[in-house]
């Protein structure tokens, strides 16, 4: 039988939420509700005082992880190329802002970091200044234990120059410390409903991001050893537990098959409205045990 996933929650599922009627304590308590072992966040929204939280912050962070059994995952952070216009950010600079995120990932604890840089194009292809900052810093995160973990969100697909490059740049490299990251709304193949904002018409990037790229699930069995880290987008989970946008009966087989074992971070990305994310987290729990249950039990039959 392969080996089993691990189940996190990242608290960016409870955006809505968070800072409203939800403390960093709740999203601990919620999170730990689900029978997740691991808890994935974002840096600039959920470390207080970030990039340098204070002692007692500090105190409090590592009381709640003890408190709820929880292993803290990836950090979520950004290299904002784009944050001056008309001033393209530095390799030195980038690569300044990627050591001040796998420092404060240390510090809280995190085996893992996703560095969101600014991207050159509507299919996300990320400014050239990536694999020389990220190049500069691979021996503290080295020595951190720390990997590296760029997304590979919707519109980009797993078959695109982008991916193309951050596997030549592991292979080059030889590094443990660089990998990929996998964003499972690349697998939409439904569109979304109920969509808050503007519904952008025809084939453009825009409106994949909401009728889905229906990327195969198929085709992660060809970079399945390049990943590190899956980031479990959905976007909604009806009363039966079926998800309405993405094939997970068909992504948890081909994740088993590729001998996947990490983990399974949900990031609830549906209607933004308080309370849901919470249910909605729960269900999907549920449903990707499931599957994962039922496909291990055919495999013991057959």
């Not at 292809?125 to 691979?138: K, Q």
């Not at 948890?252 to 994310?277: H, N």
């Amino acid at each position: 039988m392969a080996g089993q996933f691990k189940y996190g929650v990242s608290l960016y599922s409870y955006t809505e939420d968070f800072g409203s009627i939800m403390t960093l304590e709740d999203g601990f308590d919620h999170a730990a509700d689900t029978g997740a072992t691991g808890i994935e966040i974002l840096g600039e929204t959920h470390v207080e005082c970030y990039p340098e939280p204070s002692k007692d912050w500090l105190d409090k962070w590592f009381g709640l992880l003890d408190r709820h059994q929880l292993e803290p995952t990836n950090m979520c952070s950004w290299v904002d190329t784009k944050l001056r216009l008309g001033c393209q950010l530095t390799v030195a600079e980038g690569a300044a802002e990627l050591e001040r995120d796998l420092r404060l990932a240390h510090r809280l604890g995190f085996k893992s970091i996703r560095p969101k840089f600014g991207v050159i194009d509507a299919q996300l292809t990320p400014d050239p200044i990536w694999s020389g900052a990220v190049e500069r810093v691979l021996d503290l995160a080295n020595k951190f234990d720390i990997v590296i973990c760029p997304e590979i969100h919707s519109p980009t697909p797993i078959k695109h120059p982008a991916v193309d490059g951050y596997i030549d740049f592991i292979e080059r490299t030889g590094t443990p410390n660089f990998r990929l990251l996998i964003d499972t709304g690349i697998f939409q193949n439904r569109p979304l409903k109920g969509w808050q904002h503007e519904v952008p018409e025809g084939d453009s990037d825009h409106a994949k991001l909401i009728n889905g790229i229906a990327v195969d699930p198929e085709e992660f069995l060809d970079i399945a050893k390049y990943v590190a880290f899956i980031q479990a987008k959905f976007h909604y989970i009806n009363d039966d537990l079926q998800c309405e946008n993405i094939p997970w009966d068909k992504v948890i087989p081909v994740l088993k098959r590729a001998g996947y074992e990490g983990y399974l971070s949900s990031e609830y990305e549906g209607a933004r409205e308080p309370w849901v994310a919470i249910d909605q987290v729960r269900r999907q729990h549920v449903m990707m045990r499931q599957l994962e249950a039922q496909y291990d039990a055919a495999q013991a039959g057959a």
